[in-house]
Nanobody, 121 residues
Framework: QVQLVESGGGLVQPGESLRLSCAAS????????MGWYRQAPGKQRELVAS???????AYADSVKGRFTISRDNAKNTVSLQMNTLKAEDTAVYYC???????????????WGQGTQVTVSS
């Protein structure tokens, strides 16, 4: 069984920073892409940032230059450093990973439980 556990959400003022972390655990054989999605009230879930196992990263246009994704392949972790936060960044943030397990013999997409980020003065 595979679990993704997120941490680091909270309430901050506009212009401040937050760092989200996510750790994958369980019967993991290999992790391909890892990333962060977010979902604001009344909106669809959207990709914020992603990172391949080789370190190639991609970002939504709305966060380029402000957010940085990083991962530690040895520890099966991925983090999202969020700087210069804006009110429109308010959302539930979800960790995501494409994980291959021996038990399933296939790569599946796994999700964390979500962590709330609120940017408000």
């Amino acid at each position: 069984q595979v679990q993704l556990v997120e941490s680091g959400g909270g309430l901050v003022q506009p212009g401040e920073s937050l760092r989200l972390s996510c750790a994958a655990s369980g019967s993991i054989y290999n992790i391909n892409d890892m990333g962060w999605y977010r979902q604001a009230p009344g909106k669809q879930r959207e990709l914020v940032a992603s990172a391949t196992s080789g370190g190639v990263t991609a970002y939504a246009d709305s966060v380029k230059g402000r957010f940085t994704i990083s991962r530690d392949n040895a520890k099966n972790t991925v983090s999202l450093q969020m700087n210069t936060l804006k009110a429109e960044d308010t959302a539930v943030y979800y960790c995501n990973a494409d994980i291959y397990t021996i038990q399933t013999g296939t790569t599946k997409k796994y999700w964390g439980q979500g962590t709330q980020v609120t940017v408000s003065s």
